[in-house]
């Protein structure tokens, strides 16, 4: 192409453009011969490219192309295109005076003359890497969330508003046995069976915003089902308009299996707890009949033993007084253990009642001690009482008081070797309770056999060569008897230093409707 003196109708034109056009700033308009030469350029122009108009006049417009694009002739392809066709649109690379490369959505028309001649190209660019740049972050952001579609563990699928599949993961292609593509316009309800449990879910969704933990089944090709759990929600465009769904599903047939077995378990459970009730039950009747029975006869070989003893006569040789003398005391330790099983047979039947009534609590732990002296005085130990002064009258059982009292006290004497002591402390904690708690310098309990002691039979010292007689019932039933009476039983212990039972009670103070407690006996 050569270079022509533009004619007068060109610069009238090129000054009316450059009037109008100057007002534009965010594209770049030019004009040039057809050789490339610039004629027009606008303020657009001079901010997008960096040129001023007195550079940029008389230059060629190869100069806003990088040199590679000049070199493969890329410009003046465009520029024969749009001489071709009357114009050419496109993207193409461009460069700014400070060698700043970029991209650039340009269109190129042709400029012809009154007659009709080519005479030139008017040039409308625009700035558009701001554009490329949201663009390709948006196609970076679409890559990572289908990354994270496709890396999910459950089969996710996207459908629009009536349940039309629009997007899978591997993994929802994987769970149906079906391809993407033939999952894609498939309609969800389709996959589901029975289809009104999937049409369900999406009126569930599009009213409540979303579903958690639908149970459904799976079509899968060849006519069988899996069993799968659902979560869906609704996909929103804004915040208020509703486009689509998507759905989280999830093979549960391995957890709804387990799920079977553990309820089948359960029932089984069930049964045989019923059961072992029913045995207990079973159990406390004839523990309750026999230790009946049984305290008929030895209440008969205690009386007639404890009546011959008396033996005012002086009949009865020192031998025949030794023999009576054991009797007795075995009667009275075998009447003991049987009370204790009756005790625990009714406690466990629901049978033992309690009659709380108002009693001066410092009489009855006197009564306990003075129950307490011969056992103290054959272990050679001494009793320390210690009664806080805000604690006198209370409302109880009186009986099942002293028996708690004397079931703590028996096990802290048997327990401690002769020379040591036994300490009942009573003490209010705060205004509705307060707390028994005897300590002994006793031998002690390892802290892995503490939970054994309060277990019905349970004995820490067992065996051929245990050196502690007893049954291993009373400090259960004193828990037993505790625990009815609303209150705690604790301990505290240390091998070779001793044990603390702490009891806690709830402190009832006497009312006027309280009957006043008689005298009632407790047993050791």
């Not at 579609?149 to 039309?164: H, K, N």
């Not at 033993?305 to 007084?321: E, K, W």
């Not at 309060?454 to 007689?469: A, P």
Request: glycine residues 8%; negative net charge.
């Amino acid at each position: 192409m050569t270079n022509e003196a533009p004619d007068d109708s060109e610069q009238e034109y090129s000054s009316v453009l450059s009037s109008i056009l100057d007002a534009s700033t965010e594209y770049s308009i030019t004009a040039v011969q057809l050789d490339g030469t610039f004629v027009l350029w606008n303020e657009g122009a001079r901010r997008i490219y960096g040129y001023t108009t007195a550079e940029a006049m008389g230059r060629n417009i190869r100069m806003l192309y990088p040199a590679e694009a000049v070199a493969a002739g890329r410009v003046d392809e465009i520029l024969s295109k749009a001489l071709h066709h009357g114009h050419w649109e496109g993207v193409s690379p461009r460069v700014r005076k400070n060698g700043e490369k970029f991209p650039a959505r340009t269109v190129f028309s042709v400029r012809r003359d009154a007659r009709g001649r080519p005479i030139g190209y008017l040039s409308i660019s625009k700035d558009i890497s701001e554009e490329d740049r949201l663009q390709q972050r948006l196609r970076d952001s679409e890559a990572y969330n289908r990354e994270i579609i496709e890396s999910a563990s459950d089969g996710l699928l996207i459908t629009d508003l009536e349940g039309r599949i629009t997007g899978v993961n591997k993994e929802m292609e994987s769970l149906s046995g079906t391809s993407r593509e033939d999952l894609l316009g498939t309609r969800w309800q389709e996959l589901i069976a029975p289809p009104l449990a999937a049409a369900d879910v999406i009126e569930r969704v599009l009213a409540d915003g979303r579903v958690k933990d639908y149970e459904l089944q799976l079509r899968l090709p060849g006519g069988s089902f899996l069993d799968i759990s659902c979560n869906a929600s609704v996909l929103l465009e804004g915040k208020e308009r509703a486009t689509g769904i998507i759905a989280a599903v999830r093979d549960i047939a391995e957890s709804k299996r387990l799920r079977d077995q553990l309820e089948a378990r359960n029932r089984e459970l069930e049964i045989q707890n019923q059961r072992v009730q029913e045995a207990n039950r079973l159990k406390s009747e004839f523990l309750a009949s026999v230790s009946h029975e049984l305290r008929t006869p030895l209440n008969s070989i205690i009386g007639f033993s404890d009546f011959l003893l008396t033996d005012v006569d002086g009949v009865l040789t020192a031998h025949q007084r030794e023999y009576l003398t054991d009797i007795l005391n075995s009667g009275n330790h075998l009447l003991s253990l049987i009370n204790d099983v009756l005790d625990l047979a009714k406690i466990e039947s629901g049978k033992l009642d309690l009659r709380p009534v108002s009693f001066p609590l410092p009489d009855a732990i006197d009564e306990v001690g003075s129950l307490m002296k011969p056992q103290l005085l054959e272990h050679e130990l001494e009793l320390r009482v210690e009664i806080a002064p805000a604690i006198d009258r209370v409302v109880l059982d009186v009986v099942r008081f002293k028996q708690i009292l004397v079931n703590l006290l028996s096990n802290a004497i048997k327990f401690t070797p002769k020379g040591g002591s036994v300490t009942l402390a009573v003490a209010p904690v705060g205004e509705t309770r307060f707390v028994v708690s005897v300590h002994d310098t006793g031998i002690g309990i390892p802290a892995k056999d503490l939970r054994r002691i309060f277990r019905e039979f349970e004995q820490l010292d067992s065996g051929t060569t245990r050196r502690f007689s007893g049954t291993g019932l009373g400090l259960p039933v004193t828990q037993r008897l505790v625990d009815l009476m609303g209150g705690s039983i604790s301990v505290e212990s240390e091998v070779g230093a001793g044990s603390t039972f702490e009891v806690r009670l709830p402190w009832v103070r006497p009312a006027a409707t309280v009957p006043a407690a008689e005298g009632e006996e407790v047993r050791a």
